[in-house]
């Protein structure tokens, strides 16, 4: 089926330092997701973005966090500064319409030390 | 706002054996509910999908899930599991309405053991 891709699958990272968490997603999807998942908790939504504009954010997506999609690239998910309890794996979701499945990446760990 | 309760976090079964994940939400309205698998080192991956119509739904792999209004509830089933089935299942909600951004509200997940 159709498929997600994070790249990197672990990020380990200096706290302070900027990082950038890269997502290709299904090629004719339209919609793009973030959720975070902290160790032993559930995930919870970050954002979702339409049409170069983000449509919803959770009190979770701190003025630290960004996303964007360039040209139709990498859907991106940056983080600067970043701080101890970003420490999470990451996972980016598409669909191609509002109310439809959402595909699911595997996820990227992302270690702040 | 809406949430998700997976009661068991852990459920163990053997290979053969019936299959019950349970799953209860908390929402104003009735939502869309999905249930998720996660394999190790993979996405999440769509089981199935309740909008309206008929209660019980099937999915792929032999599960099905049974939508209950009276109980606000979205169990998971199956008659016979495999060992490959042991994974990560996750339940999940989001609105039922035109405001509907595609945002999902998610369970803690259960861990699902099957016993060769």
């Known amino acids: 089926g159709p498929k997600v891709l994070q790249i990197p699958s672990h990020q380990i990272i200096d706290m302070g330092q900027m990082v950038t968490l890269n997502c290709d997603p299904v090629?004719?999807?339209?919609?793009f997701y973030w959720y975070k998942q902290i160790l032993g908790q559930q995930m919870e939504f970050l954002v979702n973005?339409?049409?170069?504009?983000?449509?919803?954010k959770s009190k979770l997506f701190k003025d630290q966090f960004s996303v964007e999609r360039p040209d139709g690239s990498y859907f991106t998910l940056k983080i600067q500064p970043t701080a101890l309890e970003d420490s999470a794996v990451y996972f980016c979701?598409?669909?191609?319409?509002?109310?439809?499945?959402?595909?699911f990446g595997a996820g990227t760990r992302l270690s702040v030390l | 706002a809406q949430s998700v309760t997976q009661p068991d976090a852990r459920v163990t079964v053997s290979e053969g054996a019936s299959l019950q994940l349970r799953c209860k939400y908390s929402y104003s309205a009735t939502p869309y509910l999905f249930w998720y698998v996660q394999y190790p080192r993979q996405g999440l991956q769509l089981l199935l999908k309740y909008y309206s119509g008929d209660p019980v739904v099937q999915g792929v792999n032999g599960f099905e899930a049974e939508f209950s209004k009276s109980n606000s509830s979205f169990h998971l089933r199956k008659a016979s599991v495999h060992w490959s089935d042991s994974a990560v299942y996750f339940c999940a909600v989001s609105m039922n309405t035109g405001a509907n951004t595609g945002k999902l509200t998610f369970g803690h997940g259960t861990i699902l053991r099957v016993h060769p």
């Open positions: 090629s004719n999807h339209l919609y």
């Open positions: 979701a598409s669909s191609p319409v509002r109310q439809n499945t959402l595909y």
């Open positions: 973005f339409y049409n170069g504009k983000v449509m919803e």
